[in-house]
């Protein structure tokens, strides 16, 4: 009994899975699982998402991002669209909802959106950071007086206040001792 057991539990020696061959992508392996997920959110083209900034513009891109668009039940159009909208911006876009509700049907080429709900939230885009200032050598002309400056970038920016008001019409100012 134990021996008819175990004959029953090994594989099947006769079929055997054809090896190799050329390697495959994820995409080839899973198909569509972007597009599952976009549409799971109520993006029927995911191509709002990341072509935002193109489809209405910097200035609307820079305080607004689509969150979904949702179709009437049977319908691919008459849509509404709904946008995450920085806090202080709410005002001017619902100035130019139809100027972005026509920028979004001439991007799907059909009137996919019929109007806009908007919510206000954060973005979560990072603003990159500012420039550091230059770090250049004190002209000689400038005088010792920033030399002493420990601090690279206060004198760096000292260093270019000095060649701005050295460079102003009028050469260089004359200071004198105060009486």
Known sequence: MGAGMAKDKQPS???ERPRGGPAKSVAELVPGVGQAAFKRFGFIQSSVVSRWREIVGAKYADVS???SIRFPQGKKSDGTLT??????FG?????????IIERVNR???YPAVARIVMKTGDLGRTKPAPPKPELRPVPA???DSLREIADPELRA???SLAQGVASAPGGMPVL???R
């Open 83 to 88: 946008l995450v909208i920085e806090r202080a």
């Open 141 to 143: 002309e400038l005088g």
């Open 157 to 159: 920016v000292l260093t």
């Open 13 to 15: 020696r006769g079929i």
């Open 91 to 99: 005002p001017m876009m619902q100035h130019v909802q139809p100027v």
């Open 176 to 178: 004198g001792k105060v």
């Open 65 to 67: 991002a689509p969150e």
């Open 107 to 109: 991007f799907f080429g």
